[in-house]
């Protein structure tokens, strides 16, 4: 399964150090070496990286090691394929924008046969079951909520969203929006 890495802090920090470690994890310690991504929030913006070489090849991955960007969240992900061919579009974290905020999504696990039917605007760009389920789950916030719920409702909203979605396999995720 693929690997996840998140960090929050209360000053923006930067996360050189601990994504050397990780990035680490993409080919040369460990075996999953089908893609990477990383994503640093900066007030509402937000710096996105992805590529589908081994984060231990990558060039933007070199390029996250020397360059400190200071975010207050980050979410990183080290991919081992499970579901969708290895590529650009497969490789997470993956972004969609819901109420004015851009939202980002890693997953680590597998999801046999999870395929609801889409019927908004949050449509996958690859063929991951991982991407699959963050649309369903944007989709699913957006019905839920007109606009950005408070911390308590959000997280009662994804509770019930986690438990519809984890009898079809492994489901750990990182989500934010900064």
């Not at 470690?21 to 937000?46: C, M, N, P, V």
């Not at 969609?96 to 680590?108: C, D, I, P, S, T």
């Not at 986690?162 to 989500?175: V, Y």
Request: glycine share 8%; charged share 20%; aromatic share 10%.
């Amino acid at each position: 399964m693929c690997q996840l890495l998140g960090m929050n802090c209360n000053v923006p920090t930067d996360v050189t150090f601990s994504f050397t470690g990780f990035a680490q994890r993409g080919g040369k310690t460990d075996h999953h070496s089908d893609g990477w991504g990383i994503a640093f929030f900066e007030d509402k913006g937000l710096r996105h990286f992805v590529d589908h070489l081994a984060a231990v090849d990558s060039p933007v991955a070199e390029l996250i090691r020397r360059y400190p960007i200071k975010s207050k969240n980050v979410i990183a992900h080290i991919r081992k394929a499970t579901q969708g061919v290895v590529s650009l579009q497969n490789c997470h974290p993956f972004v969609r924008e819901l109420w004015g905020r851009y939202w980002v999504f890693a997953h680590n696990g597998d999801l046999k046969d999870f395929r609801p039917r889409l019927h908004s605007h949050f449509r996958p760009v690859g063929d991951t079951d991982s991407e699959h389920a963050f649309c369903w789950i944007m989709q699913e916030l957006a019905k839920s909520h007109a606009s950005v719920p408070s911390i308590s409702e959000l997280t009662l909203t994804l509770k019930e969203l986690a438990a519809h979605i984890c009898p079809r396999g492994t489901f750990n995720f990182l989500l934010s929006n900064g």
